[in-house]
């Protein structure tokens, strides 16, 4: 069975830019989470969704964070602009809804710096 | 809402012997504490995970412990190994359904 996917796994940018984040959940999988991760801190969420649907996102910066799950599979996390304080590592996560178990299956991570 | 606090943030131990990490929650309504375990560049992975209504769970050399009336449980590995070395995290599953995490634990394993 193949993990959750993330891409770019490395991103450098400069405080203003954008930047945008590719997660591609475990098959099946209905629910989706983005969190961050600051150095030395564990994961934040950020937003939660079930299949296309948004379930929580009261920790996203809204202002200038963004995500979208289209179609209910893959998602993308977007930030515009970039602060320095943004420096962190984006961490994708998928769950299988029904089961009774609320493990969360993580992918490798985006580890964004912005200068 | 739920708070976790985890301790120590670093600990060092001796091959083959125990290491034990606690934290405490603060929602009583919490009813699922999972740990994962996140090795150097890659997510965190699920380890262990004991629901409320068990004192105690194992496998193998993994062992967690929840009190509910203290509000703590712990991470106990007997025989640490080289491949146990990573940071550890508690994390508790609040009354909104999110899950809550402790700030980790880099446990080094010295040979």
């Known amino acids: 069975e193949a993990g959750v996917a993330q891409s770019p796994r490395y991103k450098i940018i400069e405080k203003r830019q954008s930047v945008a984040f590719w997660c591609n959940p475990i098959s099946g999988h209905a629910t989706l989470y983005w969190y961050q991760q600051i150095l030395g801190q564990g994961p934040k969420l950020l937003i939660q969704f079930q299949n296309n649907g948004v379930v929580d996102d009261s920790q996203l910066p809204k202002d200038r964070f963004s995500a979208e799950r289209l179609k209910g599979v893959d998602s993308t996390l977007k930030i515009q602009p970039a602060k320095l304080e943004d420096s962190a590592v984006y961490l994708c996560?998928?769950?299988?809804?029904?089961?009774?178990?609320?493990?969360?299956?993580f992918g490798p991570g985006t580890r964004l710096t912005v200068t | 809402g739920e708070n976790v606090e985890q301790h120590p943030s670093t600990l060092s131990v001796q091959e083959g012997d125990s290491a034990v990490i606690k934290c405490t929650y603060s929602?009583?309504?919490?009813?699922?504490f999972p740990w994962y375990k996140q090795e150097l560049g890659k997510g965190p992975q699920l380890i262990i995970d004991?629901?409320?209504n068990v004192g105690e769970k194992k496998d193998q050399r993994i062992a967690v412990t929840l009190n509910k009336t203290a509000k703590h449980f712990s991470l106990h590995i007997t025989e640490t190994q080289p491949e146990d070395s990573a940071v550890y995290f508690c994390?508790?599953?609040?009354?909104?359904?999110?899950?809550?995490w402790g700030a980790g634990t880099k446990l080094i394993i010295k040979p």
């Open positions: 994390a508790a599953w609040d009354s909104n359904y999110q899950l809550i």
């Open positions: 929602d009583s309504a919490s009813n699922y």
């Open positions: 996560a998928s769950s299988l809804v029904g089961t009774g178990s609320n493990e969360q299956y």
């Open positions: 004991i629901r409320s």
